[in-house]
């Protein structure tokens, strides 16, 4: 419970303009915005080390970026960081640099394994996206079909003058296209001030040592942040999401998650735990900067097998893992011969399905897909990423982006608890991999 209250005002940092919940457009529904690519079928590619010249990159431009990842390091903002760019279809920069626990000393590895938090979506919505190409569910299906507890949900509204919650009913089942765009009214850990979200928390509906019925349960009894398809909020949606995989399955959804997408994509160190003999690989979580620099005891034990794992936030990856995943997405739903997607079904979860006014206070220029932050326009995002990236991060401080316009993508692993620190470094990594792109 502490380490999701600590979770909770990390985020409410990044978060708290969209909790505002600026209203969308007119009406109950959100209709798709008219940014569309056609997703690439490229073909296997084999993800072999390559010089950045065979792809149109600039080795010597491409210091730059190595350079600012160990100076960070050497000034004591975070303890370690591990980088992976790949265009191509090939590996063009793959680094690590650093330590992956301050207090032992030891060195950070190209294969260390990190929390990856919030990059767990993505992974989540893939697995939405296969259990939909074989026809479990559509866009458009209210979720009460699937989740009968959701069929009489209320919205909160305000406080009555005894204190207590301001209801009414929900107008309509919030459907599964905004399940995945954060669009259906549900709320989250991110604010501890607000009701909804402070409901949730004091709930512990997130809780990994009981199984996913139980969160479905308790937010049964949890109302709405707003009438489904009216606001955008990020949102417990995507845990939501592994439920609904489970049901739609018939397999637990850590299992769905091995043997349909982790192992078919060779994506050996991704699990919701990290098992015990890989523990002298993981990456600690760090807070604080300079001579503050240090562990942050306050988190959960890596090896702990979740009974309900969190699709929202659950997972613990490596770069070159996740490097798989990003390859997979980019080739248009298939890695080295082995497709999990259809390349139309790709195309659909990079689309913006929402009316993005809410997100310009957050993110401007951007739009959400199904589970992926979308860039609409770049210039407004003021970012060197062209219109079509898609992307996300994580809490502590993971990030990734996936450019099919330039056939490029990039995997950072850090971790570290201040996202005014990572969030820099996001935004460094981006203007330091396009200033060496040379075509």
């Known amino acids: 419970?502490?380490?999701?209250?600590?979770?909770?005002l990390g985020l409410f940092a990044l978060f708290a303009a969209p909790l505002a919940l600026t209203p969308l457009?007119?009406?109950?529904?959100?209709?798709?915005?008219?940014?569309?690519?056609?997703?690439?079928?490229?073909?296997?590619?084999?993800?072999?080390?390559a010089s950045p010249e065979s792809v149109g990159i600039s080795s010597e431009r491409l210091r730059r970026l190595d350079g600012a990842m160990k100076k960070l390091v050497d000034d004591k903002q975070v303890a370690g960081?591990?980088?992976?760019?790949?265009?191509?279809?090939?590996?063009?920069?793959?680094?690590?640099?650093?330590?992956?626990?301050?207090?032992?000393?030891?060195?950070?590895?190209?294969?260390?394994?990190?929390?990856?938090?919030?990059?767990?979506?993505?992974?989540?919505g893939v697995a939405m996206m296969m259990l939909y190409e074989e026809g479990k569910w559509r866009l458009d299906d209210p979720v009460a079909r699937y989740i009968p507890e959701f069929a009489k949900l209320k919205v909160y509204t305000g406080k009555n003058e005894d204190g207590s919650p301001k209801l009414e009913d929900a107008r309509r089942s919030m459907t599964m296209r905004e399940l995945m765009t954060h669009t259906g009214g549900l709320g989250y850990v991110l604010n501890a001030n607000n009701p909804v979200d402070k409901?949730?928390?004091?709930?512990?509906?997130?809780?990994?040592r009981a199984p996913l019925q139980n969160m479905i349960e308790g937010l049964s009894k949890i109302p709405l942040l707003a009438q489904p398809g009216t606001r955008w909020s990020y949102s417990i949606a995507v845990d939501v999401q592994g439920y609904l995989i489970e049901k739609f399955s018939g397999q637990t959804f850590a299992d769905f998650a091995r043997t349909r997408i982790f192992e078919p994509l060779g994506m050996k160190d991704t699990a919701f735990y990290v098992p015990k003999d890989k523990l002298a690989r993981f990456s600690e979580v760090h807070t604080g900067a300079g001579a503050t620099l240090a562990v942050d005891a306050n988190r959960p034990d890596p090896a702990f097998v979740p009974l309900g794992p969190s699709g929202g936030g659950g997972l613990y990856s490596t770069a070159s893992d996740y490097a798989r995943f990003c390859e997979?997405?980019?080739?248009?739903?298939?890695?080295n011969g082995v497709r999990l997607l259809a390349p139309r079904t790709v195309e659909m979860m990079r689309t913006n399905h929402v009316n993005p006014d809410p997100l310009k206070t957050m993110a401007p220029g951007t739009g959400w897909g199904l589970d992926f932050q979308v860039v609409m326009d770049a210039a407004a995002a003021g970012d060197s990423v062209p219109n079509g990236t898609f992307t996300w991060f994580g809490i502590a401080g993971t990030w990734f982006w996936i450019d099919p316009v330039g056939d490029l993508a990039f995997v950072g692993m850090v971790g570290h608890q201040s996202l005014q620190t990572t969030r820099a470094i996001h935004g460094l990594s981006r203007s330091l991999v396009y200033q060496a792109v040379m075509d």
């Open 1 to 8: 419970m502490r380490h999701l209250k600590m979770f909770a």
């Open 25 to 49: 457009a007119q009406g109950p529904h959100i209709a798709p915005a008219p940014v569309r690519m056609k997703a690439p079928d490229r073909g296997g590619r084999d993800l072999a080390a």
């Open 81 to 124: 960081l591990v980088t992976l760019l790949e265009r191509h279809g090939k590996i063009v920069d793959f680094n690590a640099v650093g330590q992956r626990d301050v207090k032992s000393g030891e060195a950070l590895l190209k294969d260390s394994i990190f929390r990856i938090y919030s990059m767990s979506k993505p992974i989540t």
């Open 199 to 208: 409901m949730i928390i004091d709930g512990n509906v997130l809780n990994a």
């Open 328 to 335: 997979m997405l980019l080739e248009g739903g298939q890695l």
